[in-house]
């Protein structure tokens, strides 16, 4: 089946830091891969994705490249933000059920505290 | 604003009581789901749906059951709630095709069974 893997949190940054985040996964196919952001008390939502091999999404001054050779699809940032602390959750889609539909599958989410 | 609505923040519930939770959406997505979410299970998906009236288990269906009667509104049911389903509950939609699969989620509901 789907999966993702996403290294093990918390993690804790100074501001201006570096941010890597590694997300790993194993699918059938050609899944299309996903950061979504959770903020402290809101729901999750979106950061960037991409849909092929080698697409580099970027978003906020995050940004992460769909490496088919690896199975990856790591999230960086040159320099964080307080504003940035939060939870990350790599996903990635795949089809369903003959439906034409598509589903998620999430790692466990990564917390992140940027600190001033 | 197109948004995904969850009725409530917060519930607490008492051990085997028949608890709802309320999701709409305002996009017409054919797509709805519901996850729970905890701490170091990251998101589990309970149950989804690609159309009115139509529902498919997600991961961990057993304890849950869903409605879905109009093409906005997906609920998600505790028949009878007890202490492990404390969790929070995250409503979810999306259009059935194209767009990646991008899902729109709710601000989630925190749901406490005593």
């Known amino acids: 089946g789907n999966s993702v893997t996403q290294m093990e949190g918390p993690v804790t940054l100074s501001e201006e830091a570096f941010l890597t985040i590694n997300c790993t996964y194993t699918?059938?196919?050609?899944?299309?891969l996903f950061w979504y952001v959770q903020y402290p008390g809101e729901g999750l939502q979106l950061l960037l994705k991409?849909?092929?091999?080698?697409d580099k999404g970027s978003n906020k001054g995050f940004e992460a490249t769909y490496r088919k050779e690896t199975t990856s699809f790591h999230l960086e940032k040159g320099s964080v933000q307080v504003s940035d602390s939060a939870v990350y959750f790599c996903?990635?889609?795949?089809?369903?059920?003959?439906?034409?539909?598509?589903?998620?599958?999430f790692g466990k989410g990564t917390k992140l505290s940027v600190i001033p | 604003d197109v948004k995904v609505t969850q009725s409530s923040r917060y519930l607490v519930k008492r051990t085997g009581e028949k608890v709802f939770l309320e999701c709409v959406q305002d996009?017409?997505?054919?797509?709805m789901f519901w996850y729970r979410q905890d701490p170091g299970l990251g998101l589990r998906l309970i149950y989804f749906?690609?159309?009115?009236?139509?529902?498919e288990k997600g991961d961990i269906p057993e304890g849950y059951s869903v409605s879905r009667e109009k093409k906005e509104r997906f609920s998600l049911i505790l028949e009878s709630a007890s202490t492990n389903q404390t969790s929070m509950y995250l409503c979810?939609?999306?259009?059935?095709?194209?767009?990646?699969?991008?899902?729109?989620f709710g601000q989630g509901t925190r749901l406490t069974v005593v």
């Open positions: 979810a939609s999306s259009h059935r095709v194209g767009t990646g699969a991008l899902l729109l």
């Open positions: 699918a059938t196919g050609y899944p299309s």
């Open positions: 991409a849909t092929k091999a080698d």
């Open positions: 996903a990635l889609s795949a089809s369903w059920s003959g439906a034409g539909s598509y589903q998620l599958t």
């Open positions: 996009m017409d997505h054919e797509n």
């Open positions: 749906s690609y159309d009115v009236k139509m529902k």
